[in-house]
């Protein structure tokens, strides 16, 4: 078992790695939002985009967890919960692609949608790029 201070270093890293990202993704979501959507329906039509993005998503989620998976009232439950809901969503685009299509098709026809993906994905890059670049 990993001592305390490694746990928090493997944190870091992940918030280092993971915030970065997620930030970059909600800015291309808000600030080009019919280029996103374009991009996102001609992904939605392509049953093994939909499968490659579960296989992908699916095992960085389980290598997440693999090294990181603490549920503990603090910030690294994040870190935590993103990489549960990787692995799982990864799960559903492998076994079940065409739901995947139906629902992603759905989201993205309404208004919101894009609004509030970007703000949580926004909200999520900010919060690990706080912890692991500035505190």
Known sequence: MPAKGQDMQTSIYLARLIGPVALVAALSMLINRAAFRAMAMEFMRSSAMIYLSGVLTMTAG?????V???WALAWPVLLTI???LATIGGAVRIVLPHQTR????KMLNKPLAMTIGGAVWAAIGLILCFYGYIR
């Open 62 to 66: 389980v290598a997440i967890l693999l």
């Open 68 to 70: 990181h998976n603490r």
């Open 82 to 84: 993103f990489g549960w």
């Open 102 to 105: 139906m629902v992603g098709e």
